[in-house]
């Protein structure tokens, strides 16, 4: 007979929306996250303390390999919340016998509406207008003062997985340009131009928007030289990994016109990023937030349970990793 999984005892180790918490105690014998995401110190006194069968992080938990090696041989899965997972070691993860499972689908339409938020705030000088406002305006602007640029009619280049922006991107009438590892079948495409490599991608570019995860493969990929390629004055906008741009290289393509502006969710050091980045007027900046709406959020929780409940009744996981 298969074990009831109120019976069964896990570990919500980050601060879920309060349905997810809900759900969590009433199907599982779960410990909560109180008041704030469990530190890696007290993450482990739970798992220990309580015989963990699984445990359920997010982004701001590094499941490092030291951190695996320390959790009880009860633990069976750690689902995290989030579609990224380059906050694990897979490797020593597989190596534990560990199944991982991710959120993926879920948010990606959130993702595609902030992408969108920071192309526009980025084009239409969101920042340095709503500045304006806060300090009170009181002094009209000449029609040739503070111009935007229009962004309907621009190309917009998609590094990665993007096609939930493409789709919004094109009620702007902007013709797509896209470099994915591979090429989409001509139905999904939809009139956009694949470009096997970003070199080659980057000066048909008005603006580029990146949704590749972090890596080895992807490290600092926009660097001075990829900056120098794309078009002058073009915008760059990244909701993916900080990790994907130089952002010495950014800060000066910036201040030398290279780029009008950029859109940025994430950043090479998060929470506490470059501050020298704030100085700039011409950057909108959001503090990794692509996925943090009441619904997105519920449905990223509720797809971790779902992994959890299925692993620990004995079926296979929804959203393996590997
Ligand atoms: C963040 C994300 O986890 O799912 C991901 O990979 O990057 C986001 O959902 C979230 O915004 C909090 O850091």
């Known amino acids: 007979m298969q074990p009831a999984l109120n019976h069964l005892p896990i570990v919500v180790a980050y601060l879920a929306p309060p349905e997810v918490l809900r759900r969590a105690s009433a199907e599982f014998d779960a410990v909560l996250a109180d008041g704030a995401d469990l530190a890696a110190a007290a993450l482990l006194d739970a798992a220990r303390a ?3 069968r699984a445990i359920v992080i997010a982004g701001s938990h590094q499941l490092d390999a030291g951190l695996i090696a320390q959790l009880p041989d009860s633990v069976r899965i750690v689902a ?19 199944i991982v499972t991710n959120t993926p689908d879920v948010l990606t339409a959130c993702t595609a509406d902030l992408t969108l938020m920071l192309m526009l705030n980025a084009c239409r000088r969101g920042a340095e207008y709503a500045a304006i406002m806060r300090d009170g305006w009181r002094r009209r602007f000449a029609q040739s003062e503070m111009l935007g640029l229009r962004m309907s009619g621009r190309t917009l280049g998609i ?15 902007m013709p797509i340009v896209y470099c994915n590892r591979h090429r989409l ?3 999904l495409e939809q009139g956009a131009r694949y470009f096997a490599t ?34 002058r004055g073009a915008v760059l906008v990244n909701t993916a990994r900080g990790r994907l741009v130089d952002e010495d290289a950014l800060m000066d393509a910036l201040r030398s016109g290279q780029l009008f502006a950029a859109g940025l969710d994430v ?4 929470p506490d ?11 909108f900046l959001t503090p990794h937030m692509a996925s943090a709406t009441v619904e997105t959020r519920r449905a990223m929780g509720m797809r971790a349970l779902d992994n959890v409940a299925a692993v620990l009744r004995g079926d296979a996981a929804l959203d393996p990793l590997w």
């Open 50 to 52: 309580h015989q963990a």
């Open 80 to 98: 995290t919340s989030t579609v990224g997972f380059d906050h694990i070691d897979v490797a020593a993860a597989q190596a534990r016998g560990l």
């Open 159 to 173: 590094f990665g997985i993007g096609r939930a922006v493409a789709q919004r991107a094109r009620t702007f009438e």
């Open 185 to 187: 079948a001509p139905e």
């Open 198 to 231: 970003l070199d080659a991608m980057l000066p048909e570019c008005d603006l580029l928007s990146l949704h590749a995860p972090a890596g080895d493969a992807t490290a600092n990929i926009i660097d001075r030289a990829a900056l120098a390629r794309m078009r």
């Open 267 to 270: 950043f090479q050091h998060e």
């Open 273 to 283: 990023f470059d501050l020298r980045l704030q100085q700039l007027p011409n950057v």
